[in-house]
C-alpha cells in the first residue's frame, strides 16, 4: 500500500528542523539526568524526522490536512 504524500513547503522544513532541535534537547537531557524528558523529546523528534523524510503525516491523513504542492511533483 503506498501511502500519498501529504507534507511538503514549509511544513517538511518546519518539522525537519523542529525534530533535529528536539534531537538536540534528548541528548541534552538524557546527559543531565532527565531520563523522562531526554525520552519524550526522542520520541518525538524521530517521529517530525520520519515525516519530514517520508513526507507522509498519519495524522494529517486522518483529518484531511495536505501541504504538499501537487504542481512540484509532476512532470512536464
Known amino acids: 500500500m503506498a501511502l500519498q504524500k501529504n507534507v511538503g513547503g514549509l511544513d517538511r522544513l518546519a518539522r525537519g ?3 533535529v532541535v528536539l534531537l538536540g534537547v534528548a541528548a541534552g537531557a538524557a546527559i543531565g539526568g532527565r531520563r523522562t524528558v531526554g ?3 526522542g520520541v518525538v523528534s524521530i517521529g517530525l524526522l520520519v515525516n519530514a523524510a517520508t513526507q507522509f503525516c ?3 491523513a486522518v483529518l484531511g490536512v495536505d501541504t504538499c504542492s501537487r504542481d512540484a511533483d509532476t512532470d512536464p
Open 58 to 60: 498519519g495524522l494529517n
Open 39 to 41: 525520552v519524550v523529546a
Open 17 to 19: 528542523v523542529l525534530g
